[in-house]
């Protein structure tokens, strides 16, 4: 092998440095001023120098304090923790952290994971105050504070169950929620499964983070069931659905629809009730909703002007007064207190009542006695046992007698009457008497409303209320105003002196308002 050992070389002119076309190879150590690389240089067999300024090596030894321009894309492997003291740092391919990084500002781009499990998921976890973590159960995340694992943001009350799970609806009830993270302050609102509508409770004790005492308010049955709702200070909510159940609404005994009809105009209206029961034991109170059975803003067209008793369903007060017959349609509603029921009925109000037949024999289209609904039976009496006189009812006419004679010896009387009194309505004004033999050869007939039973006598009669020797006819007369709606006795009368000889017979006798005749 040649040498050449020179102290100094230079090009041909000794002007510059030698051109080496084919490379050189140095084994030993080389020291130079400068080095011109057209492509690389070749130290050892791991380093390479470009002439470019890059050097690439296997691996590099030392704390890299030096190293700039470093790629984002390359690995960087160090045995103490790595850090960036540039803003940002992208890490585009994910980083996973065995122990612990520190960061003074992070910005991701994409999701940050961070561990996830449910409650129970949590034990056996080896925490450290500050350690956060998703729970998938309560859907939050939570931190640990050293004792306990908490949400971050708004706390999250849990409801598990409550107790009753029904009341009467009515305001007062103390309900028990039992659950867990509750806080002291915390409201409690019952929340409706139809419309929403949120109630709150009347009040709220706070016995411990896993029991509240709640007043239920006043909640109706339409809006049943009721869910339950926790909110504590911090915001934090906490629903049981459909946990709640208000009662029973009332229910109604008096069926829908009419109350009575034909009920005399200007008439005291009485015995007319409604009732209505509680399934819950409550009181009921009655109340109309329309304003037509208790307003008077327009009597008597629409209106009819009554009372209505609250606690018993009572219905009083003077019918209104009429023109025509008229039927009222009103509705009234029972309450517990808190639900309802609404019902709707009506009275029907006649302006003139319909006759009324004390007797209505064949020829007048009745059945005599037994067509008389009002008379329970007819009665004939009489003086002197030496005379001889009756009276009776059959399906034709009322027929009472009397003949003496001179055996007599006095005046003598008969008379048939009616064995029960019967009221005349009040608004009959007008009484028909349809008399159809008359006789009578010594003093006089009679017939008319008398006060006893049996006192066909003329000293008897209502004073002004009986009428005499009219013989036979139809007569039609205007009743006393002082007797409408009172009751007596009618009765027909035969009177003379010893030697009578009479008889009387009426075939119709009635009463009715000059509005509505027969």
């Known amino acids: 092998m040649s040498r050449i050992r020179a102290n100094q070389i230079t090009n041909q002119s000794a002007d510059g440095a030698p051109t080496v076309q084919n490379g050189i190879i ?25 002439n470019a300024g890059v050097i690439t090596a296997t691996s590099f030894v030392g704390d890299g304090s030096g190293l700039i321009g470093v790629a984002s894309t390359d690995n960087i492997v160090t045995g103490t923790a790595a850090t960036f003291n540039t803003y940002p740092v ?35 976890v080896n925490t450290s105050v500050g350690d956060f973590r998703f729970n998938s159960q309560t859907g ?22 409550i107790s009753p799970t029904s009341f009467p609806g009515t305001a007062g009830t103390s309900i028990t929620v039992v659950g867990n993270n509750f806080e002291s302050g915390c409201n409690v609102h019952f929340v409706s499964s139809v419309n929403g509508s949120s109630t709150a409770a009347g009040s709220v004790a706070f016995v411990n983070s896993g029991i509240l005492t709640a007043t239920a308010p ?40 009419s109350l009575g009809t034909g009920i005399l105009k200007d008439a005291t209206l009485s015995g007319v009730a409604v009732t209505a029961t509680d399934p819950d034991g409550q009181s009921i109170t009655y109340s109309e909703v329309t304003s037509i059975l208790t307003s008077n803003a327009n009597t008597p067209a629409t209106t009819m002007n009554l009372t209505l008793d609250s606690a018993n369903g009572a219905i009083t007060g003077t019918t209104p007064d009429v023109s025509s017959d008229t039927t009222y349609n009103f509705t009234i509603r029972a309450s517990d207190g ?26 007048h289209g009745g059945n005599g006695g037994s067509d008389t609904s009002v008379v329970t039976g007819w009665g004939s009496n009489g003086n002197n046992s ?68 049996g006192s066909g006598r003329n000293q008897y009669y209502v004073g002004g209320a009986n009428w005499d020797r009219r013989g036979t006819g139809t007569f039609t007369d205007t009743i006393p105003a002082s007797m409408r709606g009172n009751a007596y006795h009618w009765t027909i009368h035969c009177y003379g002196g010893q030697y009578l000889s009479a008889n009387h017979q009426a075939t119709l006798v009635m009463t009715y308002n000059s509005a509505n005749p027969p």
């Open 90 to 124: 992208d890490i585009n391919a994910g980083m996973s952290v065995t122990g612990v990084a520190t960061f003074d500002q992070v910005s991701v781009g994409g999701t940050f994971v961070m561990p996830s499990g449910n409650t129970a998921s949590r034990t056996g």
């Open 386 to 453: 030496a005379s001889n006189g009756g009276g009776d009812a059959n399906s034709s006419r009322l027929y009472v007698y009397k003949n003496g004679s001179s055996s007599t010896g006095t005046g003598i009387h008969q008379q048939l009457f009616s064995n029960n009194s019967v009221t005349i309505p009040a608004d009959h004004d007008t009484f028909k008497v349809v008399i159809s033999t008359y006789t009578n050869n010594t003093h006089y007939n009679s017939y008319g409303w008398s006060n006893q039973t």
């Open 26 to 50: 140095v084994s030993g150590v080389t020291t130079s001023t400068s080095v011109d690389v057209d492509d690389f240089l070749d130290v050892g067999s791991n380093i390479k120098i470009g």
């Open 218 to 257: 006043a909640l109706t049955v339409a809006g049943e069931p009721y869910g339950v709702r926790v909110t504590n200070p911090d915001g934090g909510q906490g629903l049981l659905e459909a946990a709640l159940d208000a009662g029973s609404a009332p229910t109604w005994t008096t069926p829908a629809g």
């Open 140 to 161: 939050k995340v939570e931190f640990y504070g050293g004792s306990e694992w908490k949400n971050i943001g708004a706390s999250q009350p849990l409801i598990n169950n």
């Open 338 to 363: 808190t639900n309802t029921n609404d019902r709707s009925f009506s009275l029907g109000i006649m302006a003139a009542s319909n006759p009324l037949y004390w007797f209505r024999g064949s020829a």
